[in-house]
């Protein structure tokens, strides 16, 4: 799925410009991947080039998908894809997934790549990710523990092994904690 701008002359001065979504199908004719403007979106109007791009900026930055094109589907290896559609348990008993892979019509391998592409990261993912220089999956992991160790001072408290008064900030950090994992569930 990505986002695009298109010229519409025939429309009044103040919407000449629309930014859509497409998204990628297999061809009727072929089954090889067409883009499809994507239902699921509607389209905006814009009265000029420069106020399109911003809006198309602005989704493409915060698009909770990953965004991507034919140009991008064209360039998945198949040993790869093929590799991550037996991880995903669909194959069993094939000796090379890749000549399988290579067997199927293209409306099939279209679905395939389109399904791994999807897979990706959203583009507000990534940002979050360059922003604080750390994977998610990675940070997940230590507000995890931190959470752990959080509730444990929280059992502590109730049967008698910690004060209240050396953990004066605990209502807080079960807050906070909680708030961090909601933030990386969200875009995870």
Do not use: C
Not at 35 to 41: I, L, M, N, Q, T
Not at 57 to 79: E, I, N, Q
Not at 150 to 176: F, W
């Amino acid at each position: 799925m990505r986002y695009l701008i298109e010229y519409a002359g025939h429309m009044p001065k103040g919407a000449r410009y629309i930014v859509a979504r497409v998204k990628i199908e297999p061809s009727i004719v072929d089954g090889k991947p067409v883009e499809v403007y994507d239902s699921a979106f509607p389209w905006a109007y814009h009265p000029s080039k420069k106020a399109a791009e911003e809006a198309w900026k602005a989704l493409t930055v915060s698009a909770d998908h990953p965004v991507y094109g034919l140009d991008d589907l064209r360039k998945l290896d198949d040993k790869d894809l093929s590799e991550w559609v037996y991880r995903k348990g669909v194959l069993t008993n094939i000796e090379s997934h890749e000549t399988w892979f290579s067997s199927l019509p293209e409306d099939e391998k279209t679905a395939y790549r389109v399904e791994y592409l999807n897979a990706g990261k959203s583009m507000r993912r990534l940002a979050i990710e360059k922003l604080l220089g750390v994977d998610l999956s990675v940070l997940a992991s230590v507000v995890d523990m931190a959470d752990s160790h959080v509730q444990d001072i929280v059992s502590g408290l109730e049967d008698g092994t910690y004060d209240k008064s050396e953990n004066p900030d605990i209502d807080r950090k079960v807050e906070e904690v909680g708030k961090l994992q909601g933030l990386i569930a969200a875009y995870l």
